[in-house]
DNA sequence: CTGTTAGCGCGTTCAA
DNA sequence: TTGAACGCGCTAACAG
């Protein structure tokens, strides 16, 4: 069998599915919805003649004359690529397919430019409603009224001054847990890896961090602060921290892309034979395999999974109940886990 | 700022705008569509309506007035959350994004049902073409029917007496090499870590496997065949067969999940303190940090991205040029990267 | 520059 | 049980 079966200039509609089989259209679109009230022998006629023209019906036309919905939930992510946001989108899908729902993903790459055209094409092509990963510091405001109407739920960041549903992790109690661990085990310079500039996520992840280390009466250290976005950057960081006199013992990794920055940098160092202790690591986000490394672990762990569920669950209530007041605020707890430690 | 803007009880149409603005519906629609022929005066009033009303335009309803095609491409895979198909999608994503296309993402969980479900739901979409990983041995013939005249594309696995595009990996000869490596390191007991009766991909990868074998003079033994679907029950079959006599020195992992599991039972080993060797594995896609747990290790590594946007590729040609003749096949290639082996 | 008419593919409504 | 007419939201084509 083969694939090639010449796509027709233009498909086929309902009108030359009823001329084929001798009926009026109408005929045809009672056998195509479950025929009631055709006569058996002209279903099988209009059967054959759909078969026979590879006749499929115009969803979109359906729906524009129903006044139906699209049955389309659009869902935005920085980075579809990023096993965290795959994750995120898994349990988005697994709820809205429950809902009979379709998923439309977005990559915005982080470029407000990118999201602003996405949001924008996603609007029109009537979805209903949007799943956002804000990228960067979020979008501007006005160009969330793009959405008009569209209900938006935002998952894992928030945008300053837009009040929608939200569903968040819970970064500073997670950090502050983290931070306390890495304390706990005796550890007094601890570098955090990571923007505290940047997205909203790193900012209350910071928080949380620097929270722990005030109650230890620690003070904030700039020389500890290395700002890094990637896994190429988290390793130069770390390399280089490591290497300066009065390095820190410890590291605290804002997320899986810096996590498994730090660990390349780490291993390294290890491997290269030094005779201090290895450095350990608070690190948000599960890394699979990072358990392994035998590097002193305390990983600040949550399943994305269900953020995403999460997510999808307020959009389809708000879809539902449509009001149900304001916004709403879930928050996704965080799990400490140890590895490699003396705690452990 | 709030989202909770009331969802009309219908949505506004360009005749609620042209009403509000004193204009006829044509108007509005030029308007929206760059406004050539209206006097700008009059399309200031136009907005300022359509601002007022949160007017979108219909896409739907537009495209089949235009008899344009939905601007959707189907993705459906056997599980985004794998990082191997998010990387996939992602690819996708890319290519399609630059011809102005969404991307419509299904999850079949290697389940034929859904995938039929999911198949006849994009189709009902009027989706302009697919991509697809089929779930398990592939989807039966007679349900490709349901795409009638819809470009498919196959992606990573084949399906049975179904000719269509399709974007493969260099299974064969990757699986080939990967194992030679191994036998270039001494290793004569070697253990398969998959499912050779299971779907088209991992029989390649067992065939290149074997043909390596066989041109060493080492004959099939059914004992070194463990069928794993999942990193739990790779995990089980290794520790299992590193606990027999006679165990195999190496083993060969299918794909990244397996690879995850194996790996959790080598250190395992080897953290039990064994006087042996840490046994070796060639294993087939990438898999993050593996290259850091001090594990022999011979990756046959490719990329899925890569694999994504050539599908893509595949399908945007058809799209364009109609009819290129029969069905192509490109090939993704391997390249052989070694960690912690003799040979590095 | 602007409005009117007509029709995209479909399904409800009502008549036959 | 079947068909004709009408309309969903939108826009080409053609007036004016």
Redesign the interface.
Known sequence: ????????S??PTVRDVAALAGVSPMTVSRTMSGGVNVRPEVQERVQAAV?AL????????R??RL?RP???VGIAVT?????Y???V??GV??IA?GYGR??????TGEDPNRERELIA??????IEGLILVPAGNGLE?PD??K??????VLASRTID?????TVLVDDVGGARAGTQGLLDDGHRRIAFLGDPAGISTTRRRYEGFRSALAGAGIGEDKRLLAPCRSAREAEGEVRRLLGVSNSPTAFFSTNNRTT?GA??AI?EYRNGGSSRPVPAMACFDD????D??QVPLIMMSHDP?ELGKQAARLLFDRLAG??LG??REVQVGVEIHRFWTDGN
């Not at 069998?1 to 027709?8: E, F, I």
């Not at 890394?287 to 990072?290: C, I, K, M, P, R």
């Open positions: 069998m083969t694939m090639q079966s010449s796509p027709r233009s498909a078969e590879g006749y499929r019906r115009n969803n979109s036309a729906n524009t006044g699209t049955g389309l980075n579809i690529g990023n096993p946001y795959s994750q989108a898994l899908e697994e397919g379709q998923i439309l993903v977005g990559n094409d996603f609007a029109g092509r009537q405001l969330a009224r959405l008009s109407g569209i209900p938006l001054g837009l009040d929608a549903d498994v660990l390349r291993c890394v699979e395999l990072a392994l490394l999974k449509s009001q304001g916004p």
